[in-house]
């Protein structure tokens, strides 16, 4: 695999984080939420064209496969979208 291969995946994608609420934080709340360094969970390297073929979509779109692959912890170890700013869906 070569480094052109390789994106940085949001494991909840910034677009479902707009749709669940994201939409309301301020601009420091999703500048630091996009860019999540202090939760392993949030960011992830991934090849280029899983990251492509997931898109926007949501962890309940995409884990089903992962957890049938993995076990039924992998589901638990997914992150939260964390802000002082509540969160609706």
């Known amino acids: 695999m070569h ?8 494991m909840v994608p910034l677009g479902e984080a707009w ?4 939409s309301a934080w301020t601009d420091a709340e ?3 939420y996009a860019n ?3 939760d392993e969970r949030s ?17 309940t779109e995409w884990m089903p496969l992962a957890v049938s692959a993995h076990g039924a912890g992998a589901a638990t170890s ?5 802000s002082d700013a509540p969160v609706t869906g």
């Open 43 to 59: 960011l992830a390297a991934v090849r280029d064209s899983i990251n492509q073929s997931k898109a926007d979509r949501g962890p």
């Open 3 to 10: 480094s052109f291969d390789v994106d940085i995946d949001h």
């Open 30 to 32: 999703r500048r630091a």
């Open 36 to 38: 999540d360094l202090d």
């Open 78 to 82: 997914l992150p939260t979208m964390h």
């Open 19 to 22: 749709d669940s609420g994201a």
